[in-house]
């Protein structure tokens, strides 16, 4: 097979390996087929990788080959395949969970407007793209019981001068539901572009910060935990990333205020496990500093940067965040076996007291002889 591009997708072309391994009368089935011989091309064009540094260089916003490889034989197969190179026991955490980042998409997210998109340290959006991509690789994806599964949404809104009443803004990057592979996840990942229209993707001149809707919005969107898992044993947990105060402050206007603290709280009530990441609040601002604080229940689960480019550190600690803890261990059970109760000294037998010595008769005294 000849490729346009063989550094990037060297079996891409499904249909060509589709016709020459179906095409005769083989016994194998075709799906079978077609997966393990695509297994066989990933996992060669894998190792010539490992031996050249300039063969396989793969630029950020493709999707590289064995991603696309895993994905065509799982979706042939109907099993879960390792990539090459994949392995579950060297994650950081491979219990399972519901994990859903809910991200800032508002205007200052990228500074200085839509000349410095992709600029490292100006870009948000392109910073937390790297930040979830790093963390997702710690977990263990998949749809069973034992697996992580990832749900990405972005949140914004249209100021209300612009619309009224004040109109928010969210997109579903991926829906909990669909993020079980490191492939799509990481696809989806690679699509999120900033709320504002330059991206062509929106139609927001400006976009607002509206935090409380946001999180009432996957609470309750099917693509969000309203698809969570409802075993007891596999938690739920939110993190937040924003860069700002909501702007949701008309009340005054007849509309509903979502107070992020108190949408926060529903969360927590439905044992949802909130972690919150503010980038760039002035502590001066007390009132948009309580609104942050507001969102967790633990100050320990909040997390302060001064800028975008610092979410790299919070890698490790967040992938430790999102992992269900260790169940404590139950005490040894007690012997509940009574024990015989001891039977009481006896007391030593005194000995006797003796007699005194009687003393001895004295004898008369003789008279004397006349």
């Not at 946001?214 to 947990?237: C, H, Q, T, Y």
Request: some cysteine; charged content about 25%.
């Amino acid at each position: 097979l000849k490729y346009a591009n063989p550094r990037l997708k060297p079996f891409a072309a499904e249909a060509g390996i589709r016709n020459r391994i179906c095409g005769g009368g083989t016994m194998v089935p075709c799906s079978s087929a077609v997966a393990f011989t695509v297994a066989i091309l990933s996992t060669a064009w894998a190792t010539k990788c490992e031996s050249s540094s300039t063969s396989c260089m793969v630029p950020e916003k493709e999707v590289a080959s064995e991603i696309y490889a895993t994905q065509l034989i799982q979706s042939r197969s109907g099993r879960r395949i390792k990539q090459f190179g994949d392995d579950d026991s060297k994650k950081k955490c491979t219990k399972a969970a519901d994990v859903i980042f809910l991200v800032d998409s508002s205007g200052s997210v990228v500074k200085g407007g839509p000349d410095n998109i992709n600029k490292p340290g100006k870009d948000g959006v392109m910073e937390t793209r790297k930040f979830i991509k790093k963390v997702v690789l710690g977990l263990k994806l998949g749809s069973d019981k034992k697996s992580t599964r990832i749900g990405i949404g972005q949140f914004s809104g249209r100021k209300w001068e612009d619309t009224y009443p004040n109109h928010v803004y969210n997109t579903v990057e991926i829906a909990l539901s669909k993020g079980t592979s490191e492939g799509e996840v990481t696809k989806a990942i690679e699509a999120m572009t900033w709320h504002h229209k330059s991206q062509g993707k929106h139609n927001l001149s400006d976009p607002e910060t509206y935090t409380g809707e946001g999180i009432n919005w996957v609470l309750n969107d099917k693509s969000m935990f309203g698809s969570a898992r409802k075993e007891k044993e596999i938690p739920k947990v939110l993190v937040i990333v924003t860069d700002g105060e909501s702007n949701s402050k008309w009340e005054e206007k007849g509309t509903k205020e979502y107070s992020p603290g108190k949408e926060a709280k529903k969360a927590r009530d439905q044992n949802i496990n909130v972690i919150a990441v503010g980038i760039g609040f002035d502590e001066k601002n007390t009132g948009a500093i309580k609104e942050l604080e507001s969102l967790v229940d633990d100050k320990k689960k909040l997390y302060k940067l001064k800028d975008y480019s610092e979410l790299n550190k919070l890698v490790d600690t967040i992938t430790t965040e999102t992992c269900p803890p260790k169940p404590t261990p139950a005490p040894p059970l007690r012997d509940l076996t009574p024990r015989p109760t001891p039977l009481p000294t006896p007391e030593p037998t005194p000995s006797p007291t003796p007699l005194p010595t009687p003393k001895p008769t004295p004898l008369p005294t003789p008279v004397p002889t006349p």
